[in-house]
């Protein structure tokens, strides 16, 4: 009984955090990763989309956390729509890896915002045309 008490109460916690509005932000950063999730005894991978913002004062918040079973445009659209909708007024710089969904979807709802390649995915890419182990220090 407690632990239903205490998963209801999170979920509350979490749904108002989902619904928060969204104050301004001078970044953008969108990104994703890959979990297991388990549906109907079945095991997925299951895209986790993230959007996180820096503010004025330099501190990183947690704009947006969104599971889906991939990372097509229509996801991402969705998603990003969807931040649009709690409060980000859409002027803030993007930056993202340079995935085929989310450039789409970046243009579709931010056509007029500049973005920028993750230098970390940047870095990664370039070194895999490196000839020698020595040349990639």
Request: glycine residues 6%; hydrophobic residues 45%.
């Amino acid at each position: 009984m407690q632990v239903s008490r205490a998963a209801a109460l999170l979920d509350e916690v979490l749904e108002a955090w989902r619904n928060q509005l969204l104050g301004t932000a001078i970044y953008l950063y969108l990104d994703a990763i890959y979990e297991k999730v388990q549906i109907d005894s079945q095991v997925w991978e299951t895209a986790v989309l993230i959007a996180s913002g820096v503010k004025q004062d330099g501190k990183r918040l947690i704009l947006g956390v969104y599971f889906s079973m991939g990372e097509q445009e229509l996801h991402w659209r969705d998603f990003l729509q969807s931040i649009v909708e709690r409060g980000l007024n859409g002027d803030e710089p993007i930056i993202s890896y340079a995935h085929v969904g989310r450039l789409a979807a970046r243009t579709a709802l931010f056509s007029g915002i500049p973005w920028q390649r993750c230098q970390f995915h940047f870095q990664q890419n370039a070194s895999q045309y490196v000839l020698r182990l020595s040349m990639k220090r």
